[in-house]
């Protein structure tokens, strides 16, 4: 089990420019969950799937942001058009859909936007 | 909503030192409390859960007991090694969801040899 798997690890872009996060939950896991971590606001809720359906997308900045999960196999986060203040690490992590199961994170995404 | 406070920024101890992290939360049920433990370049882990008011969670060493009285589920260690140096969130899963956690700030831990 290699766990929840994030590409790439490291992403640089210029501000203005689109950045794709892939995640590829943990095999079994039809649960999939963003969180974005700063120093500043902490780890902050996204957005997240089950079963391939968006569930929850109340943490997903209105603009700019979007997530996609067209197979089990993996989930994208998309960010048009990137400011500075998206610079952040983005984790995703999934899960089991029965009960309340734990949440397996992957190691993250940096964005740096310059 | 839901709530999670955690008000040590940064604790700093020696080998074989006691570890206390303070946690408190704000939801309007009982909700899942959880400890997870995020090492440097990884993405955090569980280190341990609790469902039931006024149980305890114990993994490798640590243990937090549900308090719903004090709305409390501080993190405890008898003796921390320098392997423990991480940063700790509390967290709780919000009424009524499927998983969504709320996280706390984080507490970072520096262990000394």
């Known amino acids: 089990n290699a766990g929840v798997i994030q590409t790439p690890r490291h992403k640089v872009t210029g501000k203005g420019q689109e950045a794709t996060l892939w995640c590829e939950p943990i095999?079994?896991?039809?649960?999939v969950f963003w969180y974005r971590q700063t120093i500043v606001q902490g780890l902050e809720f996204l957005t997240y799937?089950?079963?391939?359906?968006?569930?929850?997308d109340s943490g997903m900045p209105k603009e700019r942001f979007s997530a996609q999960m067209p197979n089990q196999s993996h989930s994208t986060l998309k960010i048009q058009s990137t400011q500075p203040q998206d610079s952040a690490v983005y984790l995703c992590?999934?899960?089991?859909?029965?009960?309340?199961?734990?949440?397996?994170f992957g190691a993250g995404t940096r964005l740096s936007v310059l | 909503g839901d709530s999670v406070t955690q008000k040590q920024g940064q604790v700093t101890l020696s080998e074989d030192d006691f570890l206390f992290i303070n946690c408190t939360y704000s939801t309007t049920t009982y909700p899942t409390l959880l400890w997870y433990v995020q090492y440097l370049g990884q993405g955090p882990q569980l280190l341990l859960k609790v469902t039931t008011a006024n149980n305890k969670g114990i993994s490798r060493g640590f243990e937090a007991t549900y308090d719903k009285g004090t709305t409390s589920f501080h993190l405890q260690k008898a003796s921390v090694q320098e392997s423990d140096s991480a940063v700790y969130f509390c967290?709780?899963?919000?009424?009524?969801?499927?998983?969504?956690?709320?996280f706390g700030a984080g507490t970072r831990l520096a262990v000394c040899p």
């Open positions: 799937f089950r079963n391939q359906a968006p569930i929850d």
């Open positions: 967290a709780l899963v919000e009424t009524g969801s499927f998983n969504k956690l709320t």
């Open positions: 095999s079994g896991h039809s649960a």
């Open positions: 992590a999934s899960s089991l859909t029965t009960g309340k199961n734990t949440l397996y």
